[in-house]
């Protein structure tokens, strides 16, 4: 499977782009993952926007968040495939071009984020290593994890 991929500031999705982006996050966080919580949380405002795409559809899609707004280091957040699309690679492309992206542009040589426990494997599989207790966000067990280059 081939995605054709975009990266855009907030101001430069359009409308049908920032939708997609939006109902994706909306069918996984909260209508699969079954959790009510405040997904406009002004971040988008600051962060740049890595989407996946098959065609019109959106498949894959990251935020990369500067340094000093969820973190002091850069982050990747609000990480999310279709469920159609899962066990094709799609997500592991998506964190390696997320990566890739965020040391590029913001000059970094280490990245954190705050994961979903389920998926620590995933993301140690990737250079990601464990540095903070377990917690509850928003009643989903997480961990906060750090990419060093």
Known sequence: MQLHWTIQAFDELSPRCLYAIL??????????????????????LKSLHL????????????RIIPPG???DEASIGRVVSSPAYRGTGAGK????????????????SSIKIGAQLYLRNFYGSLGFIPCSEEYLEDGIPHIEMLFKK
């Open 93 to 108: 492309e998506l964190m390696n071009r997320a990566i890739e992206h965020c040391c590029s542009t913001f000059n970094c």
């Open 23 to 44: 109902q994706l996050r909306n069918e996984v966080f909260v209508v699969e993952q079954n959790c009510a919580y405040q997904d406009a949380d002004n971040k988008d």
């Open 69 to 71: 707004i969820s973190y």
């Open 51 to 62: 989407a996946g795409w098959d065609q019109e559809k959106l498949v894959a899609y990251a």
